[in-house]
Every structure is written in structure tokens, then in C-alpha cells.
């Protein structure tokens, strides 16, 4: 059951959301001083991260590229800088936290992101809202939704670390890649 404001998101709703979320969970590890729950808070925003990213380029890129003059090279721009934070992602799995190059890396890939959320909120959000369909931006927002929905679920910061999931998290299929794997296979 929905209720009435939620009827009335829109894409753009639903992406911001994603963002304060995603700023909060930055706050959350930069923090936080224990190495493994650290190690938690980074596996618990890659997830995120993920689920964010596969939602754009489901619902938010193909629209930028019909409704926006120049929407092609904007969101050839913007995929292109997810896979940059995406290869961090990639390389944050296989790091413990008290690894130096986790810090590093972790920094750039929070840099990445809050340009990347800057880009979108002052200067990509505000014009598609003008030249989009109000009532497909609505509907994209379900659809978005639905990515949230279906996303695996995503490690808990306080659960603790059991074989099988470490496992997991090896560079072969690491958690990256079983979270895109388990979303295109959904939606
Ligand atoms: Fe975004």
C-alpha cells in the first residue's frame, strides 16, 4: 500500500533520497573507528552504491538521453564515472580496514560519489524535471522502487562475519558483482 506523498515522488525524489542515504552511510564510516565494523560500513555502501548506480542507468540515462539536448554525451559522462567508482568498489571487497590502501580507496570512491551527486542535484535534476514528462517521471520513480525492492539484501553493519558470506567476497564474484548480477536477473 502506498501513500498519497509517496504517489507523488517523482525520479528525481527517489534518487536525492538515494543520496542522503548514501551521505549519511558516508558520515557512518568516516566516524567510525573500529576496523571491522569499518570493513561492515564499506560492504553495506558498495551494496548501496550499486543499487543506486543500476537504477540510473536503468530509468535515469535513457531519459536523459531522449528529453535532454546533449542528453547523450551526459550520460555517456555519467556511466563512464561509474565505472570509474565502480573499479573502487571492486577494489574495496578485497581489502581489510586496516589496510592503508582501504582508506585511500575509500576516499577517492566518497569523492567520486559526492561530485557525482553535486553534478546531479545542482545541474542535471533541475532540467530534467523541466524538459521530462511529469507523469513518466512518476512512473520511472516506481520503477526505481522496485530496484530497491529487489535488491539483495544488503550486509547489515551490525551482523556479524560468517564464513560463507567472506567467501562471497572474493575478487572472482565479489559483492559488486553479485548485486548486479542478482538485480538484471529481476528487473
Ligand atoms: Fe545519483
Redesign the pocket.
Given at each position: 500500500m502506498t501513500t498519497p506523498q509517496e504517489r507523488s515522488e517523482d525520479l528525481v525524489d527517489v534518487?536525492i533520497h538515494?543520496?542522503r542515504g548514501i551521505e549519511e552511510m558516508f558520515g557512518d564510516v568516516a566516524t567510525e573507528p573500529g576496523a571491522e565494523q569499518r570493513r561492515r560500513l564499506a560492504n553495506a555502501i558498495v551494496a548501496e552504491l550499486v543499487r543506486?548506480t543500476v537504477a540510473?542507468e536503468q530509468y535515469l540515462y535513457p531519459t536523459v538521453r531522449r528529453v535532454l539536448p546533449e542528453g547523450d554525451r551526459i550520460a555517456d559522462h555519467e556511466i563512464h564515472d561509474h565505472s570509474e567508482a565502480e573499479a573502487d568498489m571492486k577494489r574495496l571487497e578485497g581489502l581489510d580496514a586496516t589496510d592503508p590502501d582501504f582508506e585511500f580507496v575509500l576516499t577517492r570512491l566518497m569523492t567520486e560519489m559526492r561530485q557525482?551527486?553535486l553534478e546531479?542535484e545542482v545541474d542535471l535534476f533541475p532540467r530534467l524535471r523541466v524538459a521530462a514528462d511529469p507523469d513518466e517521471l512518476r512512473e520511472l520513480a516506481r520503477k526505481a522502487q522496485q530496484v530497491k525492492k529487489f535488491a539483495p539484501t544488503r550486509p547489515h553493519p551490525g551482523a556479524p562475519d560468517r564464513p560463507p558470506a567472506n567467501k562471497l567476497l572474493t575478487p572472482a564474484l565479489g559483492l559488486v558483482d553479485r548485486i548486479r548480477d542478482a538485480l538484471s536477473r529481476r528487473t
Open positions: 534518487l538515494d543520496h543506486h540510473e557525482h551527486m546531479e
